[in-house]
C-alpha cells in the first residue's frame, strides 16, 4: 500500500516535471525541471529494486550531463526560444512523428498490463552483482564494442575541440 | 516492514543529522582557530571557553541581518540555490558506517553505497552553478562556472579512487569495506587492521581521493570558486543573512561527509589500527573487567571514526593555511592529465593483485614507477620570469597574447 502511494506521488512528480520541460519558456527551467525528472526516474528505480540502475541514473544523467547542459545553456545564455520555433524545416514534423510513436508503444503497454498476468517473482534484476555478471559473460563483446565506440567519440570530441597551432 | 523496523530507521536517521548539525559550530570554531594558530594570531578568543559560542554568536548575527534581493536575480532559482546546496550533503553521509551497531548505524546499509554517495556529491554542482546563474553578477556566474567545471572534472578521479576500495572489497556496500579492512595487516599480523591505506593500491587510491576531495569541496588550494582576489567572493557574492549561512553549512556538512568516506574507504572505518579483540575476549567471563570490555566495544569504534574525521578535516586546514591557489589551467592539468591516469594505472594492477596474487602485483608497480620516470624525468620545478605583464594573465589564449 505504502509502495503503490509512493509510486503514485513520484510518477505524478515525474510527469508534470516532464510536462515543464517542454513548456517552460525559460530554457534554464526547463534543464531544471528535466533534473527532476531524472531524479524522480531514479527513485522510481529504487523503488523497483533496481538500485544500480537507479544510482547510475543520478550520477550520469542528473550529475553528469544535466550539469554540462546547464553550463551551456548558461554560458550562450539564450533568451526566449522564439527564434527557435521559428524555423520550418524538417525536424517539427519528425520531432512529432517520433514523439507520438513513442507515446503510442506506451500507452499500448500500459494496457497490455491490464491483462490478467501470472504473478512475477521478485527480481534480484537491479543489483550491481547481476548486472556486473551479464555484462561480462552474456554480453561481453557488446560491452567491448561499446567501449571502442566511446573511445571514438572522445577522440573526435578532442580533434574537434584541439586548438589549431598554426 | 515492522513499526520496529521504521523506529529504528527514524533514530538512526536523528542520530546521523544530531551529529552533524552538532558538531557544525565546533567545526567552524575550530577551523578559525587553527587558521588563527597557523597565522601567529589569536582568533575568536572571547565568547565562552576558548571562543567556542562564537559561532552560536555568529549563527544569531546571521538571522538578524536583513537580506538583500538583487534587482535582476531569478528569484525562485535564486531562493532554491541554497536548499540545493544543503540537501546533498545533508544526505550524502546515509550509507557510512560510524560503529559495529548495525541497529544504529549506518542509515541505510545497501548494496550501492559508494555510488549513492557518488550520485549525492554530484548533485551537489546544482546549487553553487544555480546560485551563480540567478545572481545575475558576472562575479557570481564566474565562480558558478568554474565551480561546476571543477566538480564535473574532480568526480572521475574520485570515482577511480573508490574503486580501488570497491576492487579490493569486492562489494560497494560500506560496511562490506570495513569488514574487509578488519583482516590481519597484509595476511601476516593478526594484530593489527589491515585499512586499505597500507596496501600500494590503497595508498595511492587513498592519496588521489585526498586530492579529489579537496576540490570537490572547492577548498583551498582548490577554492577558484569563491577567489576572493578574483571574483569577491563567487557565487555566494549577492546572498546574505541566512541564504548566505546555509551554503556555510552546506560546504561543512559536505567536508565532514567526504571526510567519512575517506575514513571508511581507506582508512578503516571505525576500526582501532590495532586488533584488540583477543583482549577484550579475555574479559568475556565477566565481573568487572567484563563491564570494561563491553563498554569500550561498543564505545571506541565511533570515537575512532570521530577522531579520524577531524584528523582529516585538521589536515584540510593545514592545506588551506599552507598552500597557495592553483591557477585554473594547473587545476585542470592536475585533474585530466595526472589524477586520471594514475587513478587508470592503479586500478588496473588493483586487478592484477586481485587475480594473480601480490607478487606480479608488486613487480606490476615496480615497472610502472620505473616507466614514469623513464618517459617523464625527474621533473624539476617550472621556473618562468615573467617577462611581460601580458604573460602573467593565464586566461587568454596563446595568439591573443601581445608581444
Known sequence: MVERILFFALATVAIVSAG????????????????????????????LSAQFIGALQVIVYAGAIMVLF??????LNLGSPEAVMQERDLKRPLAY????????????????LLLPMPPQPPSQAGTAKVIGQALFTQWAYPVLLMGVLLTVGVIGSILLARRRVS | MTLADFGWAIARIAIMLGFLLSVLPVVIWLERRALAWFQNRIGPNRLGPFGLLQPMADAVKLFFKEEIVPANADRFIWALAPALSLFPALVAAATIPWGPNRLLTPVADVDIGVLY????????????????????NKYSLLGGLRSSAQVISYELGMGLALATAVLAAGSFRMTTIVEMQAQPLWGVAPFLHNWLIFTPWGLIG???????????????????????????????????????????MGEYIAILAICGVMTTCFLG???????????????????????????TGALMPPLWFIGKLFGLFFSFLWIRATLLRLRYDQL?????????PVGLVNLALLTVYVVAGWVPALIGYAVAIAVYFLVFGVRRPERRTVALLSEAQPYRPKEAQSG
Open chain 1, 20 to 47: 515543464g520541460v517542454v513548456f517552460s519558456r525559460n530554457p534554464v527551467r526547463s534543464a531544471l525541471l528535466l533534473v527532476l525528472n531524472f531524479f524522480t526516474l531514479a527513485l522510481i528505480y529504487f523503488m
Open chain 2, 206 to 248: 587513498g592519496a588521489l581521493f585526498f586530492v579529489c576531495m579537496l576540490a570537490e569541496t572547492n577548498r583551498a588550494p582548490f577554492d577558484l570558486p569563491e577567489a576572493e582576489s578574483e571574483l569577491v567572493a563567487g557565487y555566494q557574492t549577492e546572498y546574505s543573512s541566512m541564504k548566505f549561512a546555509a551554503f556555510f
Open chain 1, 70 to 75: 546547464l553550463f551551456v545553456i548558461m554560458l
Open chain 2, 332 to 340: 585542470m592539468n592536475l585533474g585530466w592529465r595526472f589524477l586520471i
Open chain 2, 117 to 136: 554517495f557518488l550520485a549525492m556529491s554530484s548533485l551537489a554542482a546544482y546549487g553553487v552553478l544555480l546560485a551563480g546563474w540567478s545572481s545575475n
Open chain 2, 269 to 295: 572505518g571505525y576500526l582501532a589500527p590495532i586488533n584488540w579483540s583477543p583482549i577484550q575476549a579475555l574479559g568475556e567471563g565477566g565481573g568487572m573487567w567484563g563491564v570494561l570490555a563491553t563498554l
Open chain 1, 97 to 112: 512523428l517520433i514523439g507520438f510513436g513513442i507515446l503510442a508503444t506506451l500507452v499500448g503497454q500500459a494496457f497490455a
